[in-house]
C-alpha cells in the first residue's frame, strides 16, 4: 500500500508562525496513489487577532468568510453545508488523524507545515519528513524536458523561462492547469485543489 497524499493549505493570521496563528486548514486526502478516494476535508478555528496582519486577513478573505467568533476555543467543520461546530480540541484531534503518515503536498507546502505544527502542538506532526512543493516539481520536469531538448538538438528553454524564486502561477499554467481566480485564490480548500490539480498534471505527464 502506498504512502498517502495529503493535498494542504493553511489560511492564516500573518505570514510569520511565531506571530500568526492559522484560522482555516484544508486537506484533501488521497489513498493508494488513486485520484477516486480523494475526500476534502476543511476546518475553520476562532483566532485572536490582537496580532494579526490585516493584509494577510484581506487576501484570505478572513473577515467575509470566517464561520466563527474570535478569541474563542471554538472550531468547526466547514467541509459540509451547515457546518458543524466542535471544540479546538475535537478539530486539532481530527487533523492529526487525518495527516497521520501522509506526504504533505502543496504550493510553498512548508509554510503549511510550520503553522500546522502551531496549530496541532508538540508530537502532533505525525505526517512525512519530506512535502512536496508543486512549483518545485513542475519546474524540474520544465527543466528535465529542457536537457532532453538539448540532448535532441532542439532549441533549449532559454534562462528566463525557470527563474527563482518560483512562479507558481506561471509554472500552473505551463503544466496546462488555470490557477484559481478571485474568490477561489486563498481560501483554503481552492488552494489545496489547485495544488492537487498541479501534481496530477506534472505527474501524468500535460504540459
Known amino acids: 500500500m502506498s504512502i498517502p497524499i495529503a493535498f494542504v493549505d493553511t489560511e492564516t493570521t500573518h505570514l510569520d508562525a511565531e506571530i500568526g496563528e492559522a484560522w482555516e486548514v484544508a486537506v484533501i486526502l488521497r489513498e493508494d496513489n488513486d485520484p477516486t478516494t480523494d475526500t476534502e476535508y476543511v476546518w475553520q478555528f476562532s483566532v485572536d487577532l490582537e496580532t494579526a496582519d490585516p493584509e494577510s486577513l484581506r487576501i484570505g478573505g478572513f473577515h467575509e468568510r470566517r464561520q466563527l467568533a474570535t478569541g ?4 468547526a467543520f466547514t467541509g459540509c453545508v451547515p457546518a458543524v461546530l466542535m471544540s479546538r480540541d475535537e478539530a486539532v484531534e481530527a487533523i492529526v488523524n487525518v495527516l497521520r503518515g501522509a506526504i504533505l503536498v502543496g504550493s510553498n507546502p512548508g509554510f503549511d507545515d510550520r503553522f500546522l505544527r502551531r496549530l496541532l502542538g508538540p508530537g502532533s506532526a505525525q505526517w512525512h519528513y519530506r512535502p512536496v512543493d508543486i512549483a ?6 520544465k527543466l528535465g ?6 540532448l535532441a538538438g532542439v532549441e533549449p528553454l532559454s534562462s528566463d523561462e525557470v527563474r527563482f524564486p518560483f512562479s507558481s502561477r506561471d509554472l500552473s499554467r505551463w503544466t496546462g492547469v488555470e490557477p484559481p481566480g478571485p474568490g477561489v485564490a ?3 480548500l ?8 498541479m501534481f496530477d498534471a506534472v505527474r501524468g505527464g500535460a504540459a
Do not use: E, F, N, Y
Not at 72 to 75: E, H
Not at 136 to 141: D, I, P, S, V
Open 186 to 188: 486563498h481560501t483554503a
Open 72 to 75: 474563542a476555543a471554538l472550531a
Open 136 to 141: 518545485t516539481l513542475a519546474a524540474g520536469r
Open 145 to 150: 524536458l529542457a536537457s532532453l531538448a538539448r
Open 190 to 197: 481552492g488552494d489545496a485543489r489547485w495544488a492537487r490539480d
